[in-house]
């Protein structure tokens, strides 16, 4: 069974950093795309940066240039680091995994069937 779970949320001042990070264990696939979602409240589930088997990385323009996506040795953790943090970063941040190997950051929610239950991220001006 796949499990996905965050964490390194927290509250930070604009400008700051904050690092996620997602154990992952029972993927199966070799061809996978893993990323960050995030979900605003009354927003919809955005994708921030996903990094799939053969497409690399991508990202939202939103945080390209801010945020940086990445990966264990073993595949066995996700991370996101973001830096310059702004206040329209504020949302709850989700780990997600998908059986798709092209899957990217604008793939949508729905291509993406694992998803672990998220970790808040609070920034203030």
């Known amino acids: 069974q796949v499990q996905l779970v965050e964490s390194g949320g927290g509250s930070v001042q604009s400008g700051g950093s904050l690092r996620l990070s997602c154990a992952v264990s029972?993927?199966?696939?070799?061809?996978?795309?893993m990323g960050w979602f995030r979900q605003a409240p009354g927003k919809e589930r955005e994708g921030v940066a996903v990094?799939?088997?053969?497409?690399?990385?991508s990202y939202a323009d939103s945080v390209k240039g801010r945020f940086t996506i990445s990966q264990g040795a073993a595949k066995t953790m996700l991370y996101l680091q973001m830096n310059s943090l702004k206040p329209e970063d504020t949302a709850m941040y989700y780990c997600?995994?998908?059986?798709?190997?092209?899957?990217?950051?604008?793939?949508?929610?729905?291509?993406?069937?694992?998803w672990g239950r998220g970790t808040q991220v609070t920034v203030s001006s």
């Open positions: 029972g993927y199966p696939s070799s061809s996978y795309s």
């Open positions: 997600a995994a998908g059986t798709g190997s092209r899957l990217s950051a604008l793939s949508g929610a729905a291509r993406f069937g694992f």
């Open positions: 990094v799939s088997s053969e497409s690399g990385t």
